[in-house]
């Protein structure tokens, strides 16, 4: 009678242990994919701010520290952004006088571009 007791605990305890392990790993992995989402967002808002902080910069004249309506030369440390944060780093491609492109690349893997011109700041286009 004793040794079918015993067995008994250790079977229920198996199984709470195991139930116990499944659980965990499901709010793991469903945390980390929140958190991927989240990282992805914020870059996006990242590169939108960036295209609203370079219109702004590149309107305004050269004798007051801007671009005087060119892109060109752009970099984020004129509008105090920094280069990389937690979840991405950001890098501008294709400075032209009227256009350039704001490149967020998230920790994550995915890649966020978004075209600025001086009147306009594309949707972001997200690939991997």
Not at 67 to 84: A, D, I, T
Request: aromatic share 8%.
């Amino acid at each position: 009678k004793m040794g079918q007791q015993q067995l008994l605990l250790l079977v229920l305890g198996a199984i709470v242990v195991t139930i116990s392990i499944a659980v965990a790993i499901n709010v793991f992995i469903s945390r980390s994919g929140a958190i991927a989402e989240q990282y992805l967002n914020d870059t996006i808002n990242d590169c939108l701010r960036i295209g609203q902080l370079a219109q702004a910069w590149a309107r305004k004249p050269v004798e007051l520290g801007g671009g005087g309506w060119s892109f060109e030369n752009f970099q984020l440390s004129y509008v105090s952004f920094p280069e990389s944060t937690n979840y991405a780093k950001y890098e501008i491609n294709l400075a032209t006088r009227d256009s350039m492109i704001i490149v967020g690349l998230v920790t994550t893997g995915q890649k966020v571009a978004v075209t600025v011109t001086h009147h306009e700041i594309s949707k972001p286009r997200i690939s991997r």
